[in-house]
């Protein structure tokens, strides 16, 4: 005969695994779109520690207008 174990027995635990947390300063690429029409146009990926960052360096690497930076969004690739 065996025995039943019931998920409030002392001896089995389930716990969940932490979240992996980026250290600051760490770089990760961004995928770059410019919202302009639908569907967005891709224009690239940067090399950048945030957003804010991404998107000044889109800005200077795909020559992108004064009128449509506020139109620049981007996005992480976490792999």
């Not at 027995?9 to 947390?21: F, G, I, R």
């Amino acid at each position: 005969m065996s025995i039943r174990q019931w998920p409030t027995d002392t001896q089995s635990v389930c716990v969940a695994k932490a979240k992996k947390s980026k250290p600051r300063g760490h770089q990760v690429w961004w995928s770059i779109s410019l919202i302009k029409a639908t569907p967005a146009k891709y224009l690239g990926q940067v090399f950048a520690t945030s957003e804010a960052e991404a998107i000044k360096e889109a800005v200077k690497e795909f020559n992108v207008a004064e009128a449509l930076r506020d139109r620049i969004v981007a996005k992480t690739e976490d792999y």
